[in-house]
């Protein structure tokens, strides 16, 4: 866990990239079930994690998804993406492309300094 407060919280998806989750706090499935403030902070910390994720990794991309199909609890996927990661220019549940070439600065840097914005 990076982050939570009473709306929301904000969990380490691990794999090779940086990537993190942001969830309700609330078990609901739908993001029009959400309060104007869940959305709205939803919003902020997905604002603020695509700022941080690209001034840090200087990211060639962020990827931003909302699904719950297998797990049916609003939530937001938050990636960067380079061009030399397994799967890009795939989604990171696609097709792997290659084995990864990244060197990326230290990941609990930035999950400490993303915690220390939000």
Known sequence: MIYKNELV??????SEIPWVKVFTQRE??????????EKLEIFRIIDITEKTMLEYFKAD?????????LLPHVHWHIMARF?????????????????AQLD???FN????Q???SL
């Open 28 to 37: 609901i499935k739908e993001f029009s079930e959400c309060t104007l403030d």
């Open 83 to 99: 061009k030399t990661d397994s799967y890009f220019p795939q989604p990171m549940w696609g097709e792997k492309q290659r084995q």
């Open 104 to 106: 990326l600065p230290s």
């Open 114 to 116: 993303l915690a220390e």
């Open 109 to 112: 840097v930035f999950f400490k």
């Open 9 to 14: 919280k904000v969990e380490i998806e691990p």
């Open 61 to 69: 991309k962020i990827n931003i998804a909302s699904f719950g199909n």
